[in-house]
């Protein structure tokens, strides 16, 4: 109904991650919703992946219009909303979620058209028993 389409630019050789794989379905459907919202009508939403030295970066850009200036440095704090009706908690719990697992949410693009969200986590490296 609002004519976004969704690019992915998917990366093959990505190490395994370990994640809960409830939490980081939240994340991804928080941040793709407060895309949608903010371009409200007629734009684009890319996911991208990529292999790091030290991870993997998920990214997540959209053609809205952008986080104001003065509510940058805020976006990840509780009940912090740049939407009439949003609870402010979306970018909150994502954030803390991504933390938790030893990884880092952050805005990439704070000038410009749009929001860029990047996810950077680190591999997942089993236990080692020792005999």
Known sequence: QQE????????PDLPPVFVVRNQFQQVFFNITL???EAIRKKGTITIQTAH???GIEIIFEDSGPGIPVGQQ???FEPFMSTKEQGT???LSVSYSIVEAHGGKLDLTNPLGEGARFRIFLPPYHPPIFAP
Do not use: S
């Open 52 to 54: 790091t030295p030290t």
């Open 4 to 11: 976004i389409a969704v690019h992915t630019e998917l990366a």
């Open 88 to 90: 402010g908690l979306g």
């Open 34 to 36: 407060n895309a949608m």
């Open 73 to 75: 440095e805020r976006i």
